[in-house]
């Protein structure tokens, strides 16, 4: 399984009132971190992009367990979880500077087409994506 890992320095605009991180500021480090990974694999969303591709969230789940602060260092962890030749889930741990986990999720992606939002496969369109995302996915254990 292939992990791309991104530290995220804490912003103050990302907390809150109550001092810890937003809670949606966490599916933008996730977003990050999917664009790390991606980067890592030997791609770019951008070129996807400008080829009228684009890959809409059509899950996503957030599991919150310890808060970070300002001034503090996340580090995003992400993974494929599964994939499918069509659909893609992400896996993402986001850790506290001392280790310990703050926030678990997984999201759900396809790719479809900008103009018509019809899904595509990955596996037919982009066969080099495609086999990069078997390699790097999660293996069964």
Not at 102 to 126: E, N, W
Request: proline residues 3%.
């Amino acid at each position: 399984m292939e992990i791309a890992t991104k530290e995220i320095e804490v912003r103050y605009a990302e907390t809150d009132q109550m001092g810890v991180v937003y809670h949606s500021n966490y599916l933008v480090w996730m977003e990050v971190g999917r664009t790390t990974l991606i980067k890592q694999l030997g791609f770019n969303y951008a070129e996807l992009e400008q080829e009228g591709i684009i890959s809409p969230v059509l899950d996503i789940h957030v599991s919150y367990k310890r808060p970070l602060r300002y001034g503090e260092t996340a580090t995003v962890n992400t993974w494929i979880e599964e994939y499918d030749g069509l659909k893609v889930t992400y896996g993402y741990e986001i850790f506290t500077e001392d280790g310990e986990i703050a926030v678990t999720g997984q999201s759900i992606h396809v790719c479809v087409k900008k103009d018509s939002f019809r899904p595509i496969s990955i596996k037919r369109k982009y066969p080099d994506w495609h086999e990069a995302y078997e390699k790097a996915k999660k293996m069964d254990l």
